[in-house]
């Protein structure tokens, strides 16, 4: 497998623009998990889902954030308009409600810079 | 606030020697897991313990578990110059949500 996949791996913009994030899951998986990790706050469960559906957004900044996961493949979180103080970087995982359903993996992470 | 504190907040050692890192926690678990992240990297799983087990071992990994106290610690031994990372506990809330409360770290270097 080719595990948790994000797109783009960085990604420089200006502020007030949109940012698209993406992210593939590992197949199979039904629970998928965004993340937000900057030195000063760590890391940030922005919001997850539970097949398809958005379970907790309670972390989710602002109204200037928002996420869809519009099939279990695949799931897009989104900035509009972006601020200097959006640069971080973000992480998807996914995992499976089975035995292990607790264990997380993650992707390489998305290094988003807001100038 | 975060679940999981970890304590040193950063460690050096030199190559060979043991690492431990501690990991205390607020509420009722079901689990507790440790994840290894390498510098510009994703989180990696390294090992879970569940509340009803108190010792856990994974190669050169030992995790303990101290529900009466809200207490971990991650043993790494005879460490490598490769163990150089940052390691996060996270824990899994009783209810099992599939959510993880990660901690803020520990930032480990091990000088070859």
């Known amino acids: 497998d080719a595990g948790v996949i994000q797109s783009p791996r960085h990604e420089v913009t200006e502020m007030g623009q949109e940012v698209t994030l993406r992210c593939k899951p590992i197949?199979?998986?039904?629970?998928l998990f965004w993340y937000r990790q900057t030195m000063m706050r760590g890391l940030e469960l922005l919001i997850y889902f539970n097949n398809n559906v958005p379970i907790d957004d309670s972390g989710m900044p602002e109204d200037r954030f928002s996420a869809k996961m519009p099939n279990a493949s695949f799931s897009t979180l989104k900035i509009q308009p972006s601020e200097p103080r959006d640069s971080a970087v973000y992480f998807c995982?996914?995992?499976?409600?089975?035995?292990?359903?607790?264990?997380?993996?993650f992707g390489p992470g998305t290094r988003l810079l807001v100038l | 606030s975060q679940q999981g504190e970890e304590d040193p907040q950063a460690l050096s050692i030199q190559e060979g020697e043991n690492a431990t890192m501690n990991c205390s926690y607020k509420t009722s678990i079901n689990n507790l897991q440790w994840y290894r992240q390498n510098s510009g990297r994703g989180l990696v799983h390294l090992i879970l313990?569940?509340?009803?087990?108190r010792e856990k071992h994974s190669g050169r990994l030992r995790v303990t578990l101290d529900t009466s106290k809200k207490s971990s610690s991650l043993l790494i031994t005879a460490s490598r110059a490769a163990d150089t990372a940052s390691y996060f506990c996270a824990t899994g809330r009783s209810g099992n949500t599939g959510k993880l409360i990660f901690g803020q770290g520990t930032t480990l270097q091990v000088k070859p």
């Open positions: 313990i569940r509340s009803n087990e």
């Open positions: 995982a996914s995992s499976f409600a089975g035995a292990l359903k607790e264990t997380q993996y």
């Open positions: 197949s199979g998986h039904d629970y």
